[in-house]
């Protein structure tokens, strides 16, 4: 079920105050084109009534296409360093409202659901991207460790980044680094899918110094850029 609220919002041109539509939960199987509108950015997009300006509103959302096989809660960018308790949260709050209590047939399509916790509406993105080239998350989070490795020298001087899929098609995977605080990209790459396979089918690899890569419903490169990093 989709969800909204009307709260007020403030414009950071002019300072003007209106109030705006918000979706707190939004059902992606209902909402087809939703998940496109979060990819491109057009999501959350509002003008001010006063200036013209136009904003996009980063706020945390819940994403749920159950028929697709999607489950994601994206929290503020600000909270990213309490990932550890936020992803036991989350996945309490699956198994609560989609595993314990509901009749057998909601069930048995929600254990083929992957859950997800992401922060900010980047993250979501890449997470939607994926998701919808076919593209396995994990694999694609292996390769933000293997390119954060790979272009070390050049992307110290910004200090941590994270990597977000920008596009990919059936020859390569287009990635922008970006700094935690948002600005950028910093750095873009092209990989080739087969790099991009290769990575993504050697899991042995990764596994063990990567476990919770593989389990937590935070799946993402970023959680092993250490504590204190925002
Ligand atoms: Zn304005």
Same mark, same amino acid.
């Given at each position: 079920?989709?969800?909204?609220?009307?709260?007020?919002?403030?414009?950071?041109?002019?300072?003007?105050?209106?109030?705006?539509?918000?979706?707190?939960?939004?059902?992606?199987?209902?909402?087809?084109?939703?998940? *496109?509108?979060?990819?491109?950015? $057009? &999501? @959350?997009? &509002?003008?001010?009534?006063?200036?013209?300006?136009?904003?996009? =509103?980063?706020?945390?959302?819940?994403?749920? *296409? +159950?028929?697709?096989?999607? &489950?994601?809660?994206?929290?503020? !960018?600000?909270?990213?360093? !309490?990932?550890?308790? #936020?992803?036991?949260? $989350?996945?309490?709050?699956?198994?609560?409202?989609?595993?314990?209590?509901?009749?057998?047939?909601?069930?048995?399509?929600? =254990?083929?659901?992957?859950? !997800?916790? %992401?922060? @900010?509406? $980047?993250?979501? $993105? *890449?997470?939607? =991207?994926?998701?919808?080239?076919?593209? *396995?998350?994990?694999?694609?989070? %292996?390769?933000? +460790?293997?390119?954060? !490795?790979?272009?070390?020298?050049?992307?110290?001087?910004? @200090?941590?980044?994270?990597?977000?899929?920008?596009?990919?098609?059936?020859?390569?995977?287009?990635?922008?680094?970006?700094? #935690?605080?948002?600005?950028?990209?910093?750095?873009?790459? %092209?990989?080739?899918?087969?790099?991009?396979?290769?990575?993504?089918?050697?899991?042995?690899?990764?596994?063990?110094?990567?476990?919770?890569?593989?389990?937590?419903?935070?799946?993402?490169?970023?959680?092993?850029?250490?504590?204190?990093?925002?």
């Amino acid at each position: 079920m989709s969800r909204c609220i009307v709260q007020a919002v403030t414009c950071p041109a002019c300072g003007a105050s209106q109030q705006e539509k918000l979706f707190v939960s939004v059902n992606g199987a209902r909402i087809t084109e939703a998940a *496109d509108r979060i990819i491109d950015g $057009a &999501w @959350g997009q &509002w003008s001010c009534l006063n200036c013209g300006a136009s904003e996009v =509103l980063d706020t945390p959302l819940l994403f749920s *296409d +159950l028929p697709g096989g999607l &489950w994601i809660v994206q929290r503020d !960018r600000s909270e990213r360093d !309490r990932f550890a308790a #936020l992803e036991k949260e $989350a996945d309490a709050i699956f198994q609560r409202e989609f595993i314990e209590r509901p009749p057998p047939a909601i069930r048995d399509q929600a =254990l083929r659901v992957k859950r !997800r916790l %992401c922060f @900010g509406r $980047a993250q979501l $993105a *890449d997470k939607l =991207l994926a998701h919808r080239e076919g593209i *396995d998350d994990c694999g694609l989070e %292996c390769l933000k +460790l293997v390119l954060t !490795r790979d272009y070390l020298q050049e992307l110290y001087p910004f @200090g941590p980044v994270e990597f977000h899929l920008k596009q990919a098609d059936a020859k390569a995977l287009r990635l922008h680094a970006m700094t #935690l605080a948002g600005a950028g990209p910093v750095l873009e790459v %092209c990989v080739s899918r087969e790099k991009f396979d290769a990575i993504a089918e050697d899991r042995q690899s990764f596994q063990e110094p990567f476990a919770d890569l593989f389990s937590g419903l935070y799946v993402n490169a970023s959680r092993y850029l250490g504590d204190g990093v925002t």
